[in-house]
Nanobody, 123 residues
């Protein structure tokens, strides 16, 4: 079973950038479509971005489209989320996840999760 560990979170001012990483181990990373989700305090976990197994297809939530970019390096077993033009409303714990099948934005289609990394955007 693949195991996932996120890193790269932190505190940044509005308008700034961060790059999150998600290191995978214990499975065949390249066989998994992957996704990023986030959860703000008191709110549900929401879809952010998803990428196909080979990285040829991506999908984004409307709230991050044009600001965030999801990518992957299968040779390094790593998923990335480049976040630009950050806003205070992007503040949340960010999770990477491995999908059961094809690229998807539905949380129920993911069965492996990392522990999350905190992103805080100050105004």
């Amino acid at each position: 079973q693949v195991q996932l560990v996120e890193s790269g979170g932190g505190l940044v001012q509005a308008g700034g950038s961060l790059r999150l990483s998600c290191a995978a181990s214990g499975g065949t990373f390249s066989s998994k479509a992957m996704g990023w989700f986030r959860q703000a305090p008191g709110k549900e976990r929401d879809f952010v971005a998803a990428i196909s197994r080979l990285g040829t297809g991506t999908d984004y939530a409307d709230s991050v489209k044009g600001r965030f970019t999801v990518s992957r390096n299968n040779a390094k077993n790593t998923l990335y989320l480049q976040m630009n033009s950050l806003k205070p409303e992007d503040t949340a714990v960010y999770y990477c996840a491995a999908a059961k099948g094809l690229r998807t934005r539905w949380i129920s289609d993911y069965d492996r999760w990392g522990q999350g990394t905190q992103v805080t955007v100050s105004s």
